[in-house]
Nanobody, 122 residues
Framework: VQLVDSGGGTVQAGGSLKLSCAAS????????MGWFRQAPGNEREFVAA????????YYSPSVKGRFTISRDNGQNRAYLQMNNLTPGDTAVYHC????????????????WGQGTQVTVSS
């Protein structure tokens, strides 16, 4: 499975961005998809995850209520709508898949996108 992240950029605090993740290859191996982020000097941290049918969705407390994860299985894509962004959201965002179920631990995921930079200025 190959994942390509896109949609990052630079916005002012309070702005919005929508990230996209395109999956190719054995997409039957993408039962759960998620987003993690990594800021400079920090470990990669969980942001959000969604099950194949969209029935199970989890968010990090730091983004709940501001971010929305979704997926389009027909297009083999996942999305992360990010609203009311703050400088604390500045990081490289990585799409991931390969876990058999929704998980918060990065070790549970097998495939990763290259990442897309999100920068929020104050």
């Amino acid at each position: 499975v190959q994942l390509v992240d896109s949609g990052g950029g630079t916005v002012q605090a309070g702005g919005s961005l929508k990230l996209s993740c395109a999956a190719s290859g054995r997409t039957d191996s993408t039962p759960a998809m998620g987003w993690f982020r990594q800021a400079p000097g920090n470990e990669r941290e969980f942001v959000a995850a969604i099950s194949w049918d969209g029935e199970s969705i989890y968010y990090s407390p730091s983004v709940k209520g501001r971010f929305t994860i979704s997926r389009d299985n027909g297009q083999n894509r996942a999305y992360l709508q990010m609203n009311n962004l703050t400088p604390g959201d500045t990081a490289v965002y990585h799409c991931t898949t390969g876990s058999s179920s929704v998980a918060l631990q990065l070790e549970r995921y097998r495939y990763w996108g290259q990442g897309t930079q999100v920068t929020v200025s104050s």
